[in-house]
């Protein structure tokens, strides 16, 4: 098409429009200047009223040698465009999967860490010489870790940004590892939970609170992000069942050591310790919407009610199943009289909690991600009364691997109606409070279950688990369906 031919069309288009009693349109094209420009390298054509701009685009003139694509024909600006957002997005799909594969692998660490204690707690108190009380401190003060970890989440990231942040408990739990590893005095041992916890409490946050601030599939990856979690669970127990009948039983946390290690590396070579919003720029998402008011951040997140609801709804859930994961191996072996190898009843469990969190996502979609869980939790109490009620040691490992397949998707589910229904700019902080107290209810609820089990045996493990769903039930039906206006 020759240049006379490009300027008759948009003559023509021009004439069209001025009908429409438009007084001066602006019109870019790819062509090349034409000899009359004035300074700014643009070209006036007056037609009846209007005053026509063509503007030539940077770039070596037409037919010169160092252009392969500005050929006579032309391209238009919307060409433009469409060729740099396909460049763009590749570049930013290959760094969000790369920031999302870490975090899976962030959250692969912190099931692992939860899949370790179960098939090794027999040992440990064979090892100390404690019974179920003493031996749940370990609970109480990874409890105290994980609240320590969230209430300092939220200064932490605000200070240094998230990607030190998770580098900061990652090397927390590092040292956590480090001291169970050559299986210490027990006030050591039970130190080395605390800075666990703590480490695992801020991984947690971060991640989840990253990943509910996508725009692109966030219920699918938060889905995905805690599989990775449920995968980490059920691998953990094969190792550290074999390790807790060898006499070097520790040295189940040498491997912990290495995972974490990797995981150090991996953190700090993709956040490269920068902001939340520097990471989510490289993968082309900027904020969408800022702060209302200048007012402490933690005032804004404990101010609101749905913050704190959630909160206990992950505190319970969670230490419904770490408490489910760890203590029924004890329930298996005291009550049901399994033998050595019932330690991978816990891998039962966590492989069904994986399975789930997968395999029903359509599920949750097609009947509501709220309904989801109130019949998820529903189904695994009707399963806890089978193990309470049906002697049988084979029905009952069934049983808890069914469960896990219930209880699963319900964490991420927790997680997406939070990105739902709370502010923006408060998101990562209050979905770090609310996964640190979460993260708690992992030593909380285990603690209450050794205490009871000390009084009244390790039997009553099955009623205090329906209770706690129970409560589940009714704590989720507070839980806005809706976000409310926050000024």
């Avoid at 692998?105 to 090794?120: C, I, R, S, V």
């Avoid at 203590?327 to 399975?355: A, C, E, Q």
Wanted: hydrophobic share 45%; glycine share 12%.
């Amino acid at each position: 098409m020759s240049l006379t031919e490009v300027q008759s069309v948009h003559s023509t288009r021009l004439e069209s429009l001025h009908h429409t009693n438009l007084s001066s349109i602006s019109v870019r094209a790819a062509l090349a200047p034409p000899s009359d420009q004035d300074g700014g390298g643009l070209r006036k054509v007056h037609i009846n009223k209007g005053d026509i701009e063509m503007a030539q685009l940077p770039g070596p003139p037409i037919g010169s040698s160092g252009s392969t694509r500005n050929t006579a024909e032309g391209i238009t600006p919307l060409d433009t465009v469409s060729t740099h957002q396909k460049q763009k997005p590749s570049s930013a799909k290959s760094a969000a999967f790369i920031q999302f594969a870490v975090l899976c692998w962030t959250l692969f660490l912190a099931g692992w860490n939860d899949g370790t204690t179960g098939p090794l707690l027999p040992r440990i108190q064979e090892n100390y010489h404690v019974g179920y009380a003493i031996v749940s401190l370990l609970f109480v003060f990874g409890c105290l870790g994980c609240i320590g970890g969230a209430l300092a989440n939220v200064h932490l990231t605000e200070k240094l940004g998230l990607g030190k942040t998770l580098v900061l408990g990652c090397l927390s739990q590092l040292v956590g590892y480090a001291l169970m590893a050559p299986a210490p005095p027990f006030p050591v041992f039970v130190l080395g939970y605390v800075f666990n916890s703590f480490g695992l409490s801020l991984q947690d946050a971060g991640a989840n609170g990253y990943v509910a601030s996508l725009k692109d599939n966030a219920e699918t990856k938060m889905g995905v992000i805690h599989a990775a979690y449920g995968i980490g669970a059920l691998i953990a127990p094969l190792p550290a069942t074999q390790f807790s009948n060898m006499p070097r039983w520790s040295f189940q946390y040498l491997i912990s050591v290495g995972i974490a290690i990797s995981n150090l590396i991996a953190l700090i070579a993709v956040f490269r310790g920068r902001r939340q919003d520097e990471c989510l720029a490289d993968i082309g998402q900027t904020p969408t919407e800022s702060a209302s008011s200048d007012e402490n951040k933690y005032r804004q997140i404990f101010r609101l009610r749905e913050v704190h609801v959630l909160a206990l709804f992950a505190l319970i859930y969670v230490g419904v199943e770490v408490t489910i994961a760890g203590w029924s191996v004890t329930y298996i072996l005291n009550v049901r009289g399994g033998g050595k190898n019932s330690g991978y009843v816990s891998s039962g469990f966590f492989g069904g909690l994986t399975f789930g969190r997968v395999a029903l996502l359509p599920l949750n979609k097609k009947i509501g991600e709220r309904n989801a869980v109130f019949i998820y939790t529903v189904l695994a109490i009707a399963l806890e009364f089978i193990i309470w009620f049906v002697p049988s040691l084979t029905g009952g490992a069934v049983a808890v691997s069914f469960i896990g397949v219930f209880l699963g998707p319900i964490y991420p589910l927790l997680m997406n109606h939070s990105g739902r229904i709370l502010p923006h700019w408060l998101l990562t902080g209050s979905i770090g409070w609310i996964g640190g107290v979460g993260a708690a209810g992992s030593a909380f609820v285990p603690f209450i279950t050794g205490a009871l089990a000390s009084k009244e045996g390790i039997a009553a493990l099955q009623p205090l688990m329906i209770a706690m769903m129970a409560a589940m039930f009714l704590l989720w039906a507070l839980v806005p369906s809706l976000p409310r206006r926050v000024d």
